[in-house]
């Protein structure tokens, strides 16, 4: 009895060890900045032999074009032999988690060979088309002399053997064989209407050109709809006259999105009519691959408010004597936590980027800048590089400021 009970305790003390272990694997989030850090692939060389020394299966989430980078930057370039699965991400970032990975077969090293090991590696396996269609090889003669080649073979004696059952293997038909193949040279007779065929394919090439052109449209338009609009459809259209000083536009090409924003924060989105020209339509950049319209290109555009811009400009510069950055993970984790629910940043912003009403919170070099849009919604940003502020800052907190 005594036994059956030490039995049963160090069985589950064994599953609630394995289950603490499991539930202890780590995960890792980097962003769009992040990736293209020069300290990359040494972090996610760093997190590839972790895996490689716990038996992990990290399964990897990000960009198909990235895809690559990070199985390269994970196995240091095919040296370490590390268990990955992607998929694919529409956003812009990298999520990577990790599991218990499948146990790797060794084989152990003999006096007389060298050590061998068995790698274990998973790989995504492709999508086989196993519907093949077999070749036409035309009319042969092979169905009409089936039964003569039949009735021609040698009866063969399974029995003892002797010398005279030798004798059926003359009767071989050696001398028939080549009048059964004669009709076999009669076929690049029937195969010469084949070669008329390209004269009538000669116009198609002047055809697909006007495809391509409307291909790369919608590879422009489906590229911005997926990275800006998180995928949702975009059926209508804005000239670029109707565009205003409020709106996000993200350009690709000549394909222009148009991202605006109504009342109680409701997203609108559009494509601009016009393809996009540098020297016709005035666009400034914002940062992040966003742009906006020129103030001086929009219908309605005061342009009494440029010297309260300059009235803001003799402000003294306010310092924060440091570099922001926007690679410590651990205190944007914080920020977000602390002041923006946990929502996700995936933006940037320059010091002389900042407006009116902006909010600042800071954790050692990270600096999270929250916009308002409406009452409803805001953006949210981490600045980067110099934090010289040339306008007036109020003091919200112990190390949050609002621009004036």
Do not use: C
Request: glycine share 4%; hydrophobic share 40%; charged share 25%.
């Amino acid at each position: 009895m005594m036994n059956k009970l030490m039995t049963v305790i160090a069985t589950s003390l064994m599953m609630m060890t394995q289950l603490s272990l499991a539930a202890e694997l780590p995960s890792w989030g980097l962003t769009e900045s992040q990736y293209k850090l020069p300290n990359f692939n040494k972090r996610m060389g760093e997190i590839g032999k972790q895996a490689y020394d716990n038996n992990w299966q990290l399964r990897v989430t990000a960009p198909a074009d990235w895809h690559g980078s990070i199985r390269n930057a994970l196995t240091n370039i095919g040296e370490r032999d590390v268990q990955m699965s992607f998929k694919d991400s529409v956003y812009q970032s990298i999520s990577i988690t990790a599991a218990p990975g499948a146990k790797i077969a060794k084989i152990s090293p003999s006096s007389t060979s060298n050590t061998t090991v068995q790698k274990q590696v998973v790989i995504d396996k492709p999508q086989i088309d196993t519907a093949v269609e077999a070749p036409d090889f035309g009319e042969t003669a092979f169905a009409s002399n089936t039964e003569d080649l039949l009735d021609n073979l040698p009866e063969i004696d399974l029995g003892v053997p002797t010398s005279t059952p030798a004798t059926p293997a003359v009767q071989k038909p050696v001398a028939q064989k080549p009048v059964a193949q004669k009709p076999i040279a009669q076929k690049p007779v029937a195969q010469k209407p084949v070669a008329q065929k390209p004269v009538a394919q000669k116009p198609t090439p002047v055809a697909a050109v006007p495809t391509s052109a409307s291909a790369l449209l919608s590879e422009n338009r489906e590229f911005l709809r997926k990275r800006h609009a998180r995928a949702k459809r975009v059926e209508k259209e804005l000239s670029y006259a109707s565009i205003n000083s409020k709106d996000e536009l993200f350009i690709r090409d000549s394909v222009v999105l148009i991202k605006r924003f109504v009342n109680q924060g409701v997203v609108l989105y559009f494509w601009m009519k016009e393809s996009y020209d540098p020297a016709v339509h005035k666009l400034v950049e914002m940062g992040s691959g966003k742009f906006k319209k020129d103030a001086d290109a929009v219908s309605g555009d005061q342009p009494e408010s440029k010297p309260v811009v300059e009235v803001k400009q003799a402000i003294d510069p306010t310092n924060l004597n440091f570099v922001a950055v926007d690679t410590m993970v651990e205190d944007q984790d914080e920020l977000r936590r602390e002041y923006i629910r946990n929502k996700r940043v995936d933006y940037t912003i320059s010091a002389n980027q900042l407006k009116k009403g902006d909010m600042l919170y800071i954790q050692n070099q990270t600096v999270l800048v929250e916009r308002k849009l409406s009452q409803a919604q805001s953006a949210y940003y981490w600045l980067v590089g110099d934090t010289t502020i040339t306008q007036e800052l109020e003091t919200k907190g112990d190390n949050s400021f609002e621009i004036k």
